[in-house]
C-alpha cells in the first residue's frame, strides 16, 4: 500500500498539488479549493505531531474498527466522508497559493518524520506505518476531489 513517506509516492503527491489553483472545483463535498487546502494543511499539523486534538467518545467505540476497514486495502476513501469539527474550515476564501505552499511545505516534512506513531482524535494510537497509508490516502482522497 502507498505511504507518505516513500519518495516516490511524496513526490507524485506534490506534483498533483502544484496542479490546483484558485479555479480548481470540487467533484463532490462542500469544501472549495482554498477550504480544502486549509483543511489538509491543520490535518497534516496532526499527523505531523504539531496539533493534538482530545479523542473523541464516538472514536473510543469505532476507531480502531474504521481505521482498519480504511487501511485494509488500496481502496481510495469514498467521497463525501464525514469531516470532524476540528477540520471544517468556514472561511470561504483566502490566499490560494499561500494556502498551497503551505501543504506543500508540511508533505515535505514526513521526508525526516521523527514520530513513532501519534494519537488520533478519532482512531486513537496510530503505528508510523498506519499514519504513512493513511496520510497518503487522504490526500489522494482531497485531490481526486479536485480532479488532480
Known amino acids: 500500500m502507498k505511504s507518505i513517506f516513500d519518495k516516490t509516492t511524496r513526490e507524485e503527491l506534490l506534483a498533483r498539488i502544484d496542479r490546483l489553483d484558485q479555479n480548481s472545483k470540487a467533484q463532490w463535498g462542500k469544501m472549495n479549493v482554498f477550504q480544502m487546502l486549509r483543511h489538509c494543511s491543520l490535518c497534516e499539523e496532526m499527523y505531523l505531531g504539531k496539533r493534538n486534538y482530545k479523542r473523541a467518545f464516538i472514536g473510543r467505540l469505532f476507531g480502531r474498527i474504521g481505521l ?22 468556514h472561511e470561504v476564501s483566502g490566499d490560494v ?9 508540511l508533505i515535505k516534512e514526513y521526508e525526516n518524520y521523527p514520530l513513532d506513531g501519534i494519537d488520533h482524535w478519532f482512531f486513537g494510537k496510530m503505528t508510523k506505518e498506519e499514519v504513512g497509508q ?14 488532480v
Not at 68 to 89: E, Q
Open 97 to 105: 497559493p499561500a494556502e498551497k505552499d503551505r501543504w506543500i511545505a
Open 134 to 147: 493513511f496520510v497518503y490516502k487522504h490526500t489522494d482522497h482531497h485531490l481526486r476531489q479536485f480532479n
Open 68 to 89: 482498519r476497514s480504511l487501511l485494509k486495502d488500496a481502496a481510495p476513501i469514498k467521497p463525501n466522508s464525514p469531516t470532524s469539527n476540528h477540520f471544517k474550515i
